[in-house]
C-alpha cells in the first residue's frame, strides 16, 4: 500500500459495533451493583405483584378468572422499562466518563453507535427477564411462554423498539439541553405508564386521555396479553397497529437524535458534556 492510501472506512462495521458492545458489557459484569440491579429490580416488582394477585384471587371470584394478568402485565412492562433504560444509560455512561466526544472523533459512526446501545440495551433485558420469568413459575406457577406462547416474541420486539424510541429520544435531548434533563430516561417512561393500559384496558381512561393512549404502541400490547389470558384469543390487528406505530416512533426517535447529534458537534459541545 502506498503512502497515499488510506484505510477503507466501510460504512457499517461489526468489528467497531461488538468493540463498543464489549465495553458495555466489562463495565456491566465488572461492578457488582450494575450486575446486581438487572436482576433485583425487576424480581422485586415481580414478587410483590405476584402476592397483590395470589391474594386478590383468594378474595375474589371474578378475579381468579383473570389469573396471571398482574404478573404477565409486570414482566412486559419491564421489557419496555428495561429496553429504554438499558439505552439511555449505555448513552450516559459515555457522557458520565467525558468520552462521548472521543467516540464521535473516532472511526465510529453514529448508526453503529446506535446499534451498539440497542444491543446493550438488549442483552441487559435478557438478562433480567429470563430468572425473573423462572422465578414467577417457581412461585407463583406462571409460565409466561407457556401462557402467551409464539406471540411473546411479537409483544417482546415492539415493548423493546418502542423503549429504544424513548430511549434515543432521550439522548438526543441531553445532547440539546445538557445533563439537566438526564432524569427523563426514568421519568418519560413513567408519564406514560397510566396512558399504556398496563393493569387495565385503555377504555376506562377519561375520553380526552384515550386518543393519547391509541398512539402509543404498548398499549396494543398489553391489550393483546390480556386478550391471550383471559380470552385465550388474539386480535392479529393489535400486532400490526403497534408495529406501524413503532415505525413512526423509531423514525422520529432516530430524527430527533441524528439532528442533535450534529448539532452538538456544530457547536462543540459533546466535549463539556460530563462536566
Not at 71 to 97: K, N, P, T, Y
Not at 212 to 236: C, K
Request: aromatic share 14%.
Amino acid at each position: 500500500m502506498s503512502t497515499t492510501e488510506r484505510p477503507s472506512n466501510p460504512p457499517f462495521s461489526l468489528t467497531r459495533l461488538s468493540a463498543l458492545i464489549l465495553r458495555h458489557w466489562y463495565l456491566t459484569i465488572g461492578s457488582g451493583p450494575r450486575a446486581l440491579e438487572l436482576i433485583y429490580w425487576p424480581t422485586v416488582q415481580m414478587v410483590l405483584w405476584g402476592f397483590i394477585q395470589t391474594y386478590l384471587a383468594e378474595k375474589d371470584s371474578l378475579f381468579l378468572m383473570t389469573v396471571g394478568t398482574l404478573i404477565g402485565a409486570v414482566m412486559l412492562w419491564d421489557i419496555l422499562f428495561r429496553g429504554q433504560l438499558g439505552l439511555s444509560i449505555a448513552f450516559f455512561e459515555e457522557v458520565w466518563s467525558r468520552s462521548l466526544g472521543h467516540i464521535m472523533v473516532s472511526p465510529l459512526r453514529t448508526s453503529e453507535f446506535v446499534a451498539a446501545m440497542m444491543t446493550t440495551s438488549l442483552i441487559k433485558t435478557l438478562v433480567s427477564l429470563i430468572p425473573t420469568t423462572v422465578l414467577a413459575f417457581l412461585l407463583f406457577g406462571f409460565n409466561i411462554y407457556d401462557r402467551l406462547g409464539w406471540s411473546l416474541v411479537a409483544f417482546f420486539a415492539n415493548l423493546i423498539v418502542f423503549g429504544w424510541a424513548l430511549g434515543l429520544f432521550v439522548s438526543g435531548l441531553v445532547l440539546r439541553f445538557g445533563q439537566g434533563v438526564e432524569s427523563l430516561a426514568w421519568a418519560l417512561t413513567f408519564a406514560i405508564a397510566p396512558l399504556c393500559g398496563i393493569y387495565y384496558p385503555v377504555d376506562v381512561l377519561p375520553g380526552l386521555l384515550q386518543p393519547l393512549a391509541n398512539i402509543l404502541p404498548a398499549s396494543y400490547v398489553f391489550e393483546g396479553m390480556r386478550m391471550i389470558l383471559i380470552e385465550r384469543s388474539l386480535d392479529f390487528s393489535l400486532l400490526w397497529k403497534a408495529a406501524l406505530l413503532n415505525i413512526l416512533a423509531m423514525a422520529v426517535a432516530i430524527w430527533t437524535f441524528t439532528r442533535f447529534l450534529n448539532g452538538a458537534r456544530v457547536r462543540g459541545s459533546l466535549l463539556q458534556l460530563g462536566e
